[in-house]
Antibody, heavy 120, light 103 residues
Framework: EVQLVQSETEMKKPGESLRISCQAS????????IGWVRQRPGKGLEWMGV????????RYSTSLQGQVTMSVDTSINTAYLQWHSLRASDSGMYYCARRFDSTYNWFDPWGQGTLVTVSS | EVVLTQSPGTLSLFPGERATLSCRAS???????LAWYQQKPGQAPRLLIS???RRATGIPDRFSCSGSGTDFSLSISRVEPEDFAVYYCQLRNFGQGTRLEIK
């Protein structure tokens, strides 16, 4: 069974750094893009970007370029989403998901989500 | 960049009624690149249909989609109680979603 398991809820202060994780199982991790999707409280889904574990090729949303960093560790089949300096506006639920392939952008399956709260 | 606009924002129906959710693109696109998702409260989104008409594993056949060019739709032939949720279309970015609620 293909599965993505994300790290637990995080509570941080503005200016702090954070890295959340997404561990994949049930398939060859290097062969499929992993995407990240943000959902702010009460809002819709926002495509953040994708990373290809095979070579760490990364595509970011234009609006998020420079604000987050996506990375992978293929030795443990894990993708990461990192912030160097959090802002209150980074609060929300963050989902990782497996992208179908390099042509089609749909995501399946999804991780359970990591809730990030940034507050002073 | 193609923008997807979903309508209505909220759709109120009785169980058993037919639901039609719209997803309009800002420019013509190949429908095989479009996907639809369902999200229930407190849950991650779930892929419903991809490649214009392929239902994901476990998705009942009361869900279907159609459309071409700039106008696409997701239909639920007879809405079941478990179908009340928020639905999103996606090309790369997502539409803003349609909430299907019980009338």
């Amino acid at each position: 069974e293909v599965q993505l398991v994300q790290s637990e809820t995080e509570m941080k202060k503005p200016g702090e750094s954070l890295r959340i994780s997404c561990q994949a199982s049930g398939y060859t991790f290097k062969n499929y893009w992993i995407g990240w999707v943000r959902q702010r409280p009460g809002k819709g889904l926002e495509w953040m970007g994708v990373i290809y574990p095979g070579d760490s090729d990364t595509r970011y949303s234009t609006s998020l370029q420079g604000q987050v960093t996506m990375s992978v560790d293929t030795s443990i089949n894990t993708a990461y989403l990192q912030w160097h300096s959090l802002r209150a506006s980074d609060s929300g639920m963050y989902y990782c998901a497996r992208r179908f392939d390099s042509t089609y952008n749909w995501f399946d399956p999804w991780g359970q989500g990591t809730l990030v709260t940034v507050s002073s | 960049e193609v923008v997807l606009t979903q309508s209505p924002g909220t759709l109120s129906l009785f169980p058993g009624e037919r639901a039609t959710l719209s997803c309009r693109a800002s420019q013509s696109l190949d429908g095989t690149y479009l996907a639809w998702y369902q999200q229930k409260p407190g849950q991650a989104p779930r892929l419903l249909i991809s490649g214009a008409s392929r239902r994901a594993t476990g998705i009942p056949d009361r869900f279907s989609c159609s459309g071409s060019g700039t106008d696409f739709s997701l239909s639920i032939s007879r809405v079941e109680p478990e179908d009340f949720a928020v639905y999103y279309c996606q090309l790369r970015n997502f539409g803003q979603g349609t909430r299907l609620e019980i009338k």
